[in-house]
């Protein structure tokens, strides 16, 4: 963290700009590292934080002492609340979301560099960013009405022939499916921007080259255009795995139980059934889950400031 | 650019003698005819001007204002070239149709908005209803109407809290990235990762203890507590976009500034504030839009007087929906502010996203 370009002048007050500094700071610590401690700290308590976790176990169960709210975490799968298959809803979020933006992403990116006067593509396909997911989850409820009689998905299958469903009414995995594809409808305009900033990048000369050389479009792509960006690749991975680990919105205002993932859960917990304990597990459940993608970005965030 | 402004001046043109023509033709219903001219002026413009947006918009990807360099694309064979085209037309259509049909939703009547049949259809009428605000009253569509008139209360939350958390954290990011650019300080290379951390961590981590805290400060649920929620964690993202800002900022400017006797404060003020114009647009921008269409925070911190549109639109969402024209009219009103800036102002839309997770 050099700055050799930084003047005499400027070093004089070694003070002042930490004061300058100090409600930044001051802010950062108060709202960011106190609350995810205290967040861990609240894990271990019971429902309303008078108590630890373990207090209220009884005596004929198996019981985790103060990390009773893990134990619930990983086991309770009861009507009321579906906590293990919120965990697996959440894998099956990163496994269709990630590569499903990632590759299609790509897809575009790599089109819309081969041919001119695809601004407008780009712009169309980048567009759902601008909406809130809310606003996506409205439209695409629109899509997978729950009516038979309507619904965009059904009015389409009608029209070619099709028999009209109720979507959002099929047996539970496929809720969560259908919910993806929304996500990926919103998030592929973000990686493609991303990644096609990353191609254009590419010298034009070294792709020349290679066609020269003889290489058909899959070797260009795997060989040469693929390596070159593979640094954009992982962030934009990195960051998408964050993203659809956070994943609250389209969940919240669409699905059912059947759909929880991790970050609904969590409200549920804290703003329906009050239990913060619970609430906070879960938290540091989806927290324990993102430190080591975040620990990589913010480690290549500081690398490349180095480099500056 | 001369092009450009008699362009305008043509387009406006064109529309204002459609709606003078059809103001004329309609004189009997004056409302209607008004109404229906304007509408056909406003198309009329739009003909007119999208094209030359969209010639401007690509104009502009080869002069290297876009944070990507520019470079002719290497072009494949023909016919793979027409396979190309034809997918990424499809793609686009793929992209619009929930959009148009949310749009057509919202404008038909409600007996019509549920026909699976006429999904596709543009309405066959459009139903008028009139809207009162104070003592005026504006005729539009009755979807529109009457969610203006549930979310209007959302819609001021949304637009209060918005625009007043967006312009804290995009002044208090444009002084710390000053300090952080510009100044040396020890403990820097501690402050930035943390920053960072500060940045990425998924929120779910400090909503609880935020949750409590304003509950015992007694802001729980009101506005005040959502924006200054708003004001701390944007901060990161702000203080990171005006950091790399001003790293391109010549120091031998302030160097003499300070030469001149300003201080601290006085480099910042005459020196680099009056340059931070293209910062502050950017920041902005990517602030505004990531608050409005906020959600986590809101649905956990407001109330139901300090309820934000995301969550109203939500809750509209929970009930058995008997009726799209009133969610769907709704959804576009509160995708309007966003979409609009998206559209205008894109450019700068895409940088702050790239400032945000690439590099500045």
């Known amino acids: 963290m050099k700055r050799p370009d930084v003047p005499h002048i400027m070093r004089q007050g070694r003070l002042i700009p930490w004061f300058y500094l100090l409600p930044a700071l001051a802010i950062l610590t108060i709202y960011v590292v106190y609350p995810t401690v205290r967040t861990f700290y609240v894990s271990l308590r019971n429902e309303d934080s008078s108590g630890w976790a373990g207090d209220t176990c009884n005596d004929d169960e198996t019981c985790f002492g103060v990390l009773e709210n893990y134990h619930k975490v990983f086991t309770e799968d009861t009507a009321g609340a579906k906590n293990v298959t919120s965990l697996y809803n959440t894998a099956r979020w990163l496994v269709i979301v990630v590569p499903g933006t990632v590759i299609l992403g790509l897809l575009f990116a790599m089109i819309t560099d081969r041919v001119r006067y695809t601004a407008a593509a780009k712009a169309i396909i980048f567009m759902p960013m601008a909406i809130s997911f809310v606003g996506a989850a409205l439209i695409w409820g629109f899509v997978y009405d729950s009516d038979e009689k309507v619904g965009l998905l059904n009015a389409f299958l009608v029209r070619l022939g099709f028999d009209a469903r109720n979507w959002l009414g099929l047996a539970p995995p496929s809720g969560t499916f259908l919910l993806t594809v929304i996500a990926v409808w919103v998030w592929t305009g973000f990686t493609m921007t991303l990644l096609a900033a990353a191609i254009k990048s590419i010298p034009g000369e070294v792709i020349e080259a290679s066609r020269v050389d003889g290489a058909n479009e899959f070797q260009l792509f795997f060989r040469i255009i693929l390596p070159q960006i593979m640094p954009t690749v992982a962030v934009v991975m990195t960051t998408m795995t964050i993203n659809t680990l956070k994943m609250f919105d389209i969940v919240w205002v669409m699905g059912g139980r059947d759909t929880d993932v991790i970050a609904t859960r969590m409200v549920s917990e804290l703003t329906e059934s009050r239990d913060f304990g619970m609430a906070a597990a879960i938290a540091v459940v989806l927290i324990l889950l993102t430190i080591p993608v975040m620990v990589y970005n913010v480690r290549r965030f500081t690398i490349e400031e180095a480099r500056r | ?360």
């Open chain 2, 1 to 360: 650019m001369n092009l450009i402004i008699a362009w305008i001046i043509f387009g406006t043109l064109v529309g204002s003698v459609g709606t003078y023509l059809l103001y004329d033709e309609r004189k009997r219903n004056a409302e209607q005819g008004a109404l229906l001219g304007a509408a056909v002026g406003a198309v009329g413009n739009l003909v007119l001007l999208v094209p030359l947006w969209v010639y401007t918009f690509m104009r502009g990807e080869g002069e290297g204002d876009q944070p990507v360099i520019g470079r002719d694309p290497i072009q494949p064979r023909h016919f793979i070239r027409v396979a190309l085209y034809a997918f990424l037309i499809l793609m686009m259509i793929v992209y619009l149709l929930p959009v148009y049909t949310v749009l057509m939703t919202s404008l038909k009547p409600r007996a019509e908005a549920d026909d699976l049949d006429t999904v596709w259809n543009l309405p066959s009428e459009i139903e008028w209803d009139d809207l009162e605000i104070g003592s005026f009253s504006i005729r539009m569509p009755v979807g529109y109407a009457t969610a203006l008139e549930e979310f209007g209360p959302q819609l001021k939350n949304s637009l209060l809290l918005t625009v007043t958390a967006t312009i804290l954290s995009a002044l208090m990011g444009s002084l710390n990235g000053y300090v952080l650019a510009k100044w040396k300080i020890p403990g820097a290379n501690v402050l930035f990762p943390l920053m960072l951390f500060g940045m990425f961590i998924p929120y779910q981590s400090i909503l609880i203890p935020l949750f409590q805290f304003l509950n015992d400060v007694n802001l729980g649920g009101t506005l005040y507590g959502l924006i200054m929620a708003h004001v701390v964690y944007g901060l990161p993202i702000t203080t990171l976009i005006f950091r790399n800002y001003y790293a391109e900022v010549p120091t031998e400017m302030l160097e003499a500034g300070a030469i001149d006797g300003a201080g601290f404060f006085g480099i910042y003020r005459r020196i680099v504030f009056p340059l931070s114009l293209p910062g502050f647009v950017v920041v902005i921008i990517w602030q505004f839009t990531q608050i409005w269409n906020e959600f986590l925070f809101a649905v956990t911190i407001s109330n139901e007087d300090s309820k934000p549109i995301t969550v109203g639109l939500a809750e509209l969402s929970g009930g058995e929906a008997v009726n799209w024209t009133l969610p769907m009219a709704g959804a576009i009103l509160a995708a309007l502010p966003t979409l609009l800036v998206y559209i205008v102002l894109g450019r700068y839309f895409i940088r702050g996203l790239l400032a945000g997770s690439v590099k500045g």
